[in-house]
């Protein structure tokens, strides 16, 4: 219940039907209840009585779900009300999402239960405990679980937590006990509990513990394994005690594994995906129970191991059965595989042999709900975790510090997951992050999303990519990462190494030096190349300059007030220029000053500046001053009163004054003197010769005081202007130019730029209008004309019209060539400085939609430069006017239809702006497109569910609009009546079916007429039909009010339509039904009446076909129609009159698509005009109503909602016979006869009481076919049966081919001869086999008597009928008779079998065999060896044996042996053994000795006449016996096999050639005799050896035999044997033999390779040449030597075996010797001796890669005296080896420093000296090895 109240989205439906049909699959019922549904709708499409999409969908997919699962049929059994949902059909997935859905599960009574408390499952109520494991989240609203015992859970009002639920559970009542149910019926709660475990647990990891004991209730077993899949190698944390290892598998349920192994019951069945069972077929063949290890010995419902409730069950010594269900997730992947052991039933707990059907079926309903459960991906696998810790590196840029996190995922995990960063700021210094264990808890969390894996890292792991960004400077970060779905997170990774965010401030470049350029008296320029950044993706660096005054304090202090430095300059810059340039002004130019650059990155790091350059000292040198000329400004340039504070008010408009910038400090303002003088038009001359000129005033003065104060708008230029507003400088004044005059030396600064005084003039004659085109929309035209910029000059008669350009540019053109002021005048005027406009401004607003509203603020425009003159004709007037246009095309002014906004235009040059010229008011408006007079929309070709519409093309009312769009419309009309639904006069029931334009062609001509198709019409409703046009370019806004609409006169009225059948095409034949079921074919060999396959009776069918038309063509036909036929004979009856004929029943005709495999379907034809129709019916329900054999058939056609027929079909259909001919024998078949002996069979013998040795005679015959008159494609479609007799051939028959033939004829007066035997076989199929076979058994044959065998068949149907057969009798019918009489072969000779051999007879030489005699087949007795045939002489046959690989090379047959070791194929023929070869071992002369054989391997039959026994098993004639090794072979084979070698390619262990020996060496370096030889023989052996013996000598000695000992399991490859028992020192030699199963030994093997027990001493290993002996003073009085170990040479001159270590004891090439260590004086003398235990390597068996140990050893020593060091070794208390010994360590005084030597050591044999005193063995700890 709680699974299905989580059930959500569009997987509820799916969920609740799996469930469903898991109940209904183990036994349970479902009720449905009908309520409303969650949320307060009816849920899907209920409002208008459609079925929803997504309920059908769930309902195919839950339909192929079940039937892929086995859950398919019906639920339901005999004797039981089958439940309503099981046939609900479509009805049950729309009744899922209703209010109450309830279960009733059968629920046993309560039971005792143990003190450990009660299992989960189906085997009691639920108590509080559990109520508290219902999930937190509650189900849907109402629902409702009901249990048999009346446990109800319900919905709460609110969810309360599982401690709620367990803290105040409400006191249960007692309820009356409920008998107990059937074996399998408490599936369901069991199931449903399970559930609620899964999802609860499901994101956690200890999900597979909390399925044990569900799985356990669910089914019950023995035992529960689950197998689960581990990501990487699993690791086993658990610590075994000291038990047996081979109980761990049984106390481990979980098991972790990484790869799914194939030969494995659970691999395979993950590998598969399907659910494995022991016993099966596949078991077998797999050999699944030998990898199984059962509970042998262990109670399954002891303390330690949850089981079935209920009386103490025996334990199982066996594995009985075993089923494995693989568990996936939501995505298919298999997480891991459960194991059932051992079935067991309830509540008697008697064991059973195997799983049953139902179990399955309750195992994969669990499997199914598993899998919608489980997340994907599961992330709570064995193993998941980030695979290694997240890489990071710095990122960079100018305004943040972020790093670049990079890690992997382990290959599973490539779905989409949600990744998350944590990072913090680590204090520890060390290097690596790692190292310790940071601090988290104060760490940010950074959620990443879902990420997509970088390129490239799809094959193998992913690799994922994250900015984090916001790091603070200055710190050390580490980061960490983990992934994480909606379920289950992974666990954090390792922390990443430390990230440092410590930045290196900006640097210069190698060594560059600042350069210092002056500009002015005051003013100088820096300049320096830009500075380096840390990283590339710092660009931003902030510069400040300061400036230092020389350090004489006079003058420091009459420069700088502040102090000595001053910050000068502070700027930003990208470094993208050559070199940084600051420029310092206001410098007293008789100082002397200092430069430094000093930088810092403007938005990261510390803000502090670095200085990082330095200039040299700089002074001014003398210059004259120049003053620097006033110049004018523009308007807008100046700020007002409210611009700035403490500015002096500017009185007058601004427009008629002069705006000059003062450029002056105030402290020169009052020695200046400001001058001014205009340029008028000259006079015009009378004389046209005469150049004219312009008039120039004189300089007039302009005092300090005549100007008014301003302040400009930019900050960054001086801020002082003046505004001069004298009458002279601006009436009838054409140009003016300023200069500024100096009082006392009359310096005068040079003259600004000539300039007009006067703004230019307005725009005229403007106009505005809206201009529309297909490519731009919509645009406002703005026409206006002004004044060209040469028109006051060429007024003025100095220049010619248009050639203004030309002069100033240096040509000579005009009437007259301009003078020096003239020149002047024009160039500046030229600049925009004149009375001309050069630029123009439009601003605009919308006008007020009432009288009486509030107007809208202007909105300006950008200012602009003034667009080309528009060329006008020279003869036109006006023509000395530039005439201007320009279009504004910003939509936003044209979205308001019909809107009206007012537009203003104004000229402007570079100082003065005009007034504003207004231009009219704009209305957004366009006219609509039109149609002429007279058109109207048309429909034609209408049908059910289409129409076609056809419209004249419109004609656009605008210029420029060509394109239009037409939007077709469709109103649907109700039923009341014509009257169109309107709301407030306007049509609301509108809808656009399309939008299309129209195709104008190449030639750009619209086309005569448009049509469009509307689709998808219901048949019973009206519609009225529209289109409308509207322009494409234009805005939607716009476009919709510009729009015509063009209507149908008449609506679309409904259409019906009727049927008529066609006359021709109308087509009847008979065929059969597909073979059904074998349950159906089992039914009727048991005696049933056969049943129907898939409910459709077998037997033979009626195909009928025919057309019929549909009327009005296109009409949407319903998907059910009705049809019914009518029967008429075709032959007369034997009065020879026509039957009447008999109509049949009506039945149903569905849509082919809707069909779902019905017997009657149709299909609609593409155009809809007509359908052809199919129908099929069973024959036998027409041979109940009509008596003829051969009919005709009428058919008609009607619609069952409204009872409307068709007339019927004119013509007849065609003949159809409703009988058929017995099948007969093919041409030429022979019935073949093979009898089959009871000595046949190796698993007996004859029984005692059979009257010969047959014990069935076997029966082929070739399937019959077709009977005259039948298809071949039905004869195959029919079921065959044949009956087989036998008949006894009376002795006084004359001949017995007449007897034959009369049994061929089928005549059933056969006189001589009698039925000893009938029998019908099975039905079959006819197509089923070629051959069919029968055995006959043995007993129903008469001993010495003729036999004959006849078959013969008849036809039935699939369903289990017979098929109707003609009545009368047809010539020509012949049985299948076998073609020569049978007698039975008499009893034979019983198989002699192979004995063993005694203790005397085992030693025997030479190849021989003992035999043991028996009596006849089924006799007791053994000397029984006579029969009633003729006595004849026994006779023994032997026949020779070799081995497979010889029987593949030659193309023998293969033939097992029970005892032999391998596979033996019997070779050539056989042969008689001579009687001198056989030797009677006792009285009864039955044991016989078979000598002097031939061949190493045979087998043994006897023989008495005709009569032979049966071959006996292969045995060996001799043993085999391995031979020694010798020379490099016996090294080089002993030492890769006790290595653990492979043969090539990995094909198994490397096994000896032959009988090796070694000498064992153990860890405590006692020495042994190691022999090993091949476990099995190099050929195949018909007996297994079982036993060896050893034997060892000294060379020269007497053989000391060792006790026999068993040879070790056959999965051995090696046999080895130890001998210890042996003296150091001597010399020695070893042979082997073996003995076989039955007691023969082989003889001994030669000796093998003398073995001397001793090793030699050990000497210094080749590792002392390469540093191996290192001597170090630790202090004054003591000294540290280190060494390598020695080694001990594996072989010498004397011995020839190996050695090998013992690989018990886990050895690694070592032994344990004892060193001394000796330390000499400058005389020879002995100063200390110390000896230690250490170990000694074999060099050859020692790796120079395995790990080196080293030796250490602390020695006293006297500072003043100079010493060296000897070490020699020894293996237990031996002699002493080669020693080595250390350069000469010199004196040294106290205060020295530490002093190593390190030259090479000396080797050689131990120098003669005393041998010294032992002193006890210095015990040294392992300290780290001492550099030299």
């Not at 060390?430 to 997509?452: F, S, T, V």
């Not at 006079?554 to 600051?582: K, P, W, Y």
């Not at 009626?1102 to 059910?1120: C, I, N």
């Amino acid at each position: 219940a709680g699974f299905v109240g989580r059930a959500c989205g569009s997987h509820r439906v799916l969920h609740v039907c799996l469930f469903v049909k898991a109940a209904l699959a183990v036994g349970g019922a479902v009720v449905l209840r009908a309520g409303p549904a969650p949320g307060g709708s009816d849920g899907g499409d209920a409002a208008d009585g459609r079925s929803s999409p997504g309920g059908a969908a769930a309902a195919a997919e839950h339909a192929a779900f079940s039937s892929s699962i086995g859950l398919g049929g019906s639920a339901g059994r005999a004797g039981e009300e089958t439940p309503a949902a099981a046939t609900a059909g479509p009805s049950l997935v729309r009744a899922m999402t209703e209010e109450q859905l309830t279960f009733h599960v059968p629920v046993p009574p309560p039971r005792p239960q143990s003190a450990r408390g009660r299992s989960f499952g189906g085997n009691r109520r639920l108590g509080p405990r559990q109520m508290a494991m219902v999930p937190r989240r509650p189900p849907g609203p109402g629902m409702t679980v009901n249990c048999d015992s009346t446990t109800s859970l319900r919905r709460p009002d609110r969810p309360s937590s599982a401690g709620a639920a367990r803290g105040k559970s409400p006191p249960r009542t007692p309820q009356p006990p409920v008998p107990a149910p059937k074996d399998g019926h408490d599936a369901m709660s069991a199931l449903v509990l399970a559930m609620l475990q899964i999802y609860d647990y499901r994101s956690k990891g200890d999900v597979w513990v909390k399925l044990l004991e569900p799985l356990r209730s669910l089914v019950p077993c023995e035992d529960v394994k689950i197998v689960v899949r581990s990501i990487g190698a699993p690791r086993e944390d658990i610590i075994m005690g000291p038990f047996d290892a081979e109980s761990r598998p049984r106390a481990r349920p979980i098991k972790l594994v990484e790869h799914w192994p194939q030969q494995r019951i659970e691999g395979h069945c993950a590998l598969t995906q399907r659910i494995c069972t022991i016993p099966s077929a596949e078991a077998e063949r797999q050999h699944w129970h030998q990898y199984e290890v059962s509970n042998c010995g262990r109670p399954v419902n002891c303390e330690s191991t949850p089981a079935i409730s209920g009386p103490l069950l025996s334990s199982s010594s066996y594995l009985r059965c075993l089923v494995a269900v693989p568990l996936f997730d939501a995505a298919g992947t298999v997480l891991a595989v459960v194991k059932l052991i051992n079935r067991r039933s309830w509540p008697e707990g008697h064991p059973r042999m195997e799983f049953s059907k139902a179990d399955l079926a309750a195992l994969s309903a669990f499997s199914a709900i598993f899998a919608c459960v489980m997340p994907s991906p599961y992330l709570g696998l064995p193993g998941a975790a980030i695979p290694r810790r997240p890489e990071v590196q710095l990122w960079l840029t100018d305004d943040s510090i972020g790093a670049l996190v990079r890690w992997q995922l382990q290959r599973e995990f490539r779905e989409k997951l949600v990744h998350e960063i944590l990072y913090g700021s680590v204090e520890y210094e060390d290097e690596y992050a790692a190292c310790r264990k940071p601090n988290q808890d104060h760490w940010n969390m950074l959620p990443c999303g879902i990420l997509e894996p970088l390129p490239g890292s799809e094959s193998y792991e992913p690799c994922f990519e994250y900015r984090v960004p916001g790091l603070q400077p200055g710190l050390r970060y580490a980061f960490s990462v983990r992934a994480r779905n909606l379920d289950m997170d992974l666990e954090w990774s390792e922390p990443s190494y430390k990230l440092s965010t410590f930045l290196v401030p900006p640097h210069p470049q190698g060594s560059e030096a600042v350069a210092l350029v002056p500009r002015t008296d005051n003013t100088v320029d820096i300049e320096w190349v830009p500075f380096q950044t840390c990283d590339p993706g710092l660009q931003l660096i902030e510069y400040r300059v300061v400036a230092m005054a020389d350090q004489d304090e006079a003058i420091r202090d009459s420069l700088f007030s502040d102090g000595v430095e001053q910050v000068v300059a502070v700027f930003i810059s990208d470094g993208s220029a050559d070199r940084e340039v600051a420029t310092v002004s206001c410098l007293q130019n008789t100082g002397t000053y200092t430069f430094a650059i000093e930088a810092r990155y403007p938005y990261l790091g510390t803000r502090s500046f670095t200085r990082a350059l330095v200039s040299d000292k700089y002074s001014f040198p003398t210059v004259d001053l120049t003053l620097p000329a006033p110049q004018p400004l523009a308007l807008d340039m100046v700020s007002t009163m409210s611009d700035a504070a403490g500015s002096p008010t500017i009185p007058g408009p601004l427009g008629s004054a002069v705006m000059v910038r003062w450029p002056y400090p105030a402290d020169l303002t009052p020695k200046l003197i400001l001058q001014y003088r205009t340029a008028s038009l000259p006079m015009q001359e009378s004389d046209p010769r005469v150049a004219p000129r312009m008039q120039i005033s004189a300089w007039n003065r302009l005092m300090p005081g005549d100007g008014k104060c301003a302040w400009l708008r930019q900050a960054n230029m001086s801020s002082e202007i003046r505004i001069l507003q004298d009458p002279g400088l601006v009436d009838g004044r054409l140009a003016v130019q300023l200069r500024v005059v100096m009082q006392q030396d009359s310096a005068v600064s040079p003259p600004s730029s000539w300039f007009h005084a006067r703004p230019p003039r307005p725009p005229e004659a403007v106009s505005s209008r809206l201009l529309c085109s297909d490519e731009a929309g919509v645009a406002l035209r703005l026409e206006w004309r002004a004044l060209p910029q040469d028109w006051l000059m060429s007024a003025a008669g100095l220049v010619e019209s248009g050639s203004l350009e030309a002069q100033v540019g240096g040509g000579s053109g005009g009437q007259h060539e301009l003078g020096p002021v003239s020149y002047a005048v024009c160039h500046d005027f030229s600049r925009g400085h004149g009375p001309n406009p050069t630029q123009f401004q439009v601003r605009l607003r919308f006008a007020a939609e009432r009288a009486g509203a509030a107007e809208e603020e202007w909105e300006e425009l950008p200012p602009q430069l003034l667009p080309p003159a528009v060329e006008q004709e020279p003869t036109a007037p006006l023509s000395r006017w530039s005439h201007h246009a320009w279009d504004l095309q910003d939509q936003r002014w044209f979205s308001r239809p019909d809107a009206v906004f007012e537009v203003q235009v104004r000229h402007g040059n570079a100082l003065f702006w005009s007034a504003w010229a207004n231009a009219g008011s704009v209305q957004a408006q366009v006219r609509p497109p039109t149609l002429a007079a007279g058109h109207a929309l048309r429909m034609e070709d209408i049908r059910t569910d289409s129409v076609r519409l056809l419209w004249p093309p419109f004609q656009p009312s605008e210029e420029g609009l060509r394109d239009l769009e037409y939007r077709i419309l469709c109103l649907e009309l109700p039923d009341g009546g014509d009257a169109r639904p309107e709301a407030g006069g306007r049509v609301v029931a509108w809808r656009t079916l399309d939008v299309v334009v129209a195709d104008y062609g190449e030639e750009g001509e619209p086309p005569a007429s448009l049509h469009y198709v509307v689709r998808s019409l219901l048949p019973d409703r009206r519609y009225l039909f529209g289109v409308e046009c509207r322009y494409l370019g234009l805005p939607s806004g716009l476009a919709a009010t510009a729009a015509s609409r063009l209507e149908a006169a008449e609506p679309l009225p409904r259409r019906a339509f009727s049927f008529t059948v066609l006359p021709d095409g109308f087509a009847a034949h008979a065929a059969l039904l597909a073979a059904p079921a074998p349950t159906a074919v089992a039914e009727l060999a048991a005696g049933g009446s056969g049943g129907s396959a898939g409910g459709r009776r077998g037997g033979l069918r009626l195909h009928l076909r025919w057309r019929f038309r549909v009327l009005p063509p296109g009409t949407p036909v319903p998907p059910v129609l009705a049809y019914q036929l009518c029967c008429v004979p075709a032959v007369p009856d034997r009065d020879g009159a026509l039957p009447p004929n008999v109509p049949l029943q009506p039945a149903l005709l569905v849509e082919r698509s809707r069909s779902q495999g019905g017997a009657a379907c149709f299909t609609v034809d593409r155009n809809r005009e007509g359908a052809s129709a199919e129908a099929e019916l069973c024959a036998s329900a027409i041979e109940t109503m009509v008596s003829a054999s051969r009919l005709q058939f009428v058919v008609r056609v009607g619609d069952p909602s409204s009872n409307t027929w068709s007339l019927w079909s004119e013509a007849l259909s065609d003949v159809v016979d409703l009988t058929v001919l017995p099948p007969v024998a093919p041409d030429g078949a022979v019935l073949q006869v093979s009898e089959e002996l009871w000595t046949a069979k190796q698993s007996g013998t004859l029984p005692r009481r059979a009257p010969h040795a047959v014990e069935a005679v076997n029966l082929a015959w070739p399937a019959f076919q077709a009977a005259p008159g039948l298809a071949p494609e039905q004869h195959l479609q029919l079921f065959v049966q044949y009956e087989v007799v036998v008949w006894r051939v009376d002795p006084a028959a004359s001949k017995l081919a007449e007897v034959q033939g009369l049994l061929r004829s089928r005549d059933s007066n056969v006189t001589d001869a009698l039925v000893v035997f009938r029998q019908a076989l099975q039905p079959g199929s006819a197509q089923a086999r070629e051959v069919h076979r029968f055995q006959v058994p043995g007993d129903s044959l008469h001993p010495g008597k003729h036999h004959y065998f006849q078959v013969v068949a008849r036809y039935f149907f699939p369903d289990g009928s017979p098929l109707p057969e003609p009545k009368e009798p047809v010539p020509g019918q012949v049985a299948l008779v076998s073609a020569e009489p049978y007698r039975p072969t008499p009893r034979n000779p019983g198989v002699p079998s192979l004995e063993p051999f005694s203790v005397e007879l085992g030693q025997t030489m030479g190849r021989c065999a003992i035999l043991q005699l028996h009596g006849e087949e089924g006799v007791d007795d053994p000397t029984a060896i006579t029969t009633d045939v003729a006595a004849e002489p026994l006779t023994i046959e032997v026949r020779e044996g070799r081995s497979s690989a010889w029987a593949s090379s030659t193309g023998g047959a293969a033939i097992g042996n029970e005892s032999g070791e391998g596979a033996i194929v019997a070779v050539g023929s056989w042969t008689a053994v001579p009687q001198q070869a056989v030797q009677a071992l006792g009285g009864d002369k039955t044991r016989l000795l078979v000598r002097d054989l031939a061949v190493q391997v045979c087998q043994f039959r006897v023989r008495r006449g005709v009569a032979e026994s049966r071959p006996s098993a292969f045995t060996d004639t001799c043993v085999w016996r391995p031979l020694p090794l010798v020379g490099d072979q016996l090294c080089a084979q002993m030492r890769s096999v006790a290595s653990g070698g492979r043969r090539p390619g990995g094909q198994g262990p490397l096994a000896l050639q032959g009988l090796g020996v070694a000498m064992g060496v153990g860890a405590d370096t006692t020495l042994f005799a190691r022999l090993m030889w091949p476990r099995h023989a190099p050929q195949a052996i018909a007996v297994s050896l079982s036993k060896y013996q050893v034997r060892y000598r000294t060379c020269g000695g007497e053989w000391h035999d060792l006790p026999m000992v068993d040879l070790p399991s056959s999965d051995a490859v090696m046999a080895e044997c130890q001998v210890s028992e042996l003296q150091y020192g001597h010399l020695y030699e070893f042979a082997l033999r073996l003995g076989n199963a039955l007691g023969r030994w082989s003889d001994w093997s030669p000796p093998t390779t003398p073995l001397r027990l001793e090793l030699p001493p050990p000497v210094p290993g080749r590792s002392m040449e390469r540093g191996g002996l290192r001597v170090a003073v630790v202090s004054s009085s003591k000294v540290k030597l280190v060494w390598r170990p020695f080694s001990v040479p594996c072989r010498s001159e004397r011995m020839e075996a190996p050695i090998l270590l013992d690989p018990c004891r886990g050895q690694r090439g070592n032994v344990c010797a004892d060193y001394e260590v000796i330390m000499h004086g400058e005389d020879g003398s002995v100063l200390a001796v110390v000896q230690r235990e250490a170990p000694a390597v074999f060099e050859d068996l020692h790796s120079d890669n395995e790990a080196a140990t080293w030796i250490e050893a602390d020695l006293p020593l006297e500072s003043q005296r100079s010493c060296s060091f000897e070490i020699r070794a020894r293996l237990r208390k031996g002699a002493w080896g080669a020693s080595v010994r250390s350069p000469p360590l010199p004196a040294r005084m106290p205060s020295s420093g530490p002093l190593a030597l390190t030259a090479p050591p000396a080797l050689g044999p131990p120098p003669h000296h005393p041998a010294p005193r032992e002193e006890p063995v210095a015990h040294l700890y392992p300290t780290e090895p001492i550099a030299a």
